[in-house]
C-alpha cells in the first residue's frame, strides 16, 4: 500500500503563493493516476488537479476554478507530487489532500475514484 505525505500548507495573503508537496512512499504501481483534492469547511472533497504519465510525457487536468493559476508536476525520480499555487484567492482556503489510482487512463479528479489518500496540509488565504 502507498502512503502519501502533504506538506507545504500555510497561510498567505490573497494574491501570494504557495507550493504544496506529497512524498509517496511504500509500493507505488506501475502505472497511476495522482492528483490534488481540497475541502473547505462545510462543503464537498472538490478536485483541483491530476496528473499522469505516458511514453510521450505527462498530461494534465485542471478544474476550471484555479485554471492558470495551478500547475501540477512531479518528480518520478523523488516520488514526490507537487502543486504550485498562484495568484491565490480567498476561496481557495481548504484543507488539501493529494490521492492516487491505479491507471494512468482517464485520469480526472474524481474522488470516489481514488483509494490511496494523504492526511492533507491546510492553506489559508486571507483577504
Known amino acids: 500500500q502507498v502512503q502519501l505525505v502533504e506538506s507545504g500548507g500555510g497561510s498567505v495573503q490573497a494574491g501570494g503563493s504557495l507550493r504544496l508537496s506529497c512524498a509517496a512512499s511504500g509500493y507505488i504501481y506501475s502505472t497511476y493516476c495522482i492528483g490534488w483534492f481540497r475541502q473547505a469547511p462545510g462543503k464537498e472533497r472538490e478536485g483541483v488537479a491530476t496528473i499522469a504519465t505516458f511514453i510521450v510525457g505527462d498530461a494534465a487536468y485542471y478544474a476550471d476554478s484555479v485554471k492558470g493559476r495551478f500547475t501540477i508536476s512531479q518528480d518520478r525520480a523523488k516520488r514526490t507530487l507537487y502543486l504550485q499555487m498562484n495568484s491565490l484567492k480567498p476561496e481557495d482556503t481548504a484543507m488539501y489532500y493529494c490521492?492516487?489510482?491505479?491507471?494512468?487512463?482517464?485520469?480526472?479528479?474524481?474522488?470516489?475514484?481514488?483509494?490511496?489518500w494523504g492526511q492533507g496540509t491546510q492553506v489559508t488565504v486571507s483577504s
Open positions: 490521492a492516487v489510482k491505479a491507471g494512468n487512463s482517464n485520469c480526472l479528479p474524481r474522488k470516489n475514484e481514488f483509494r490511496d
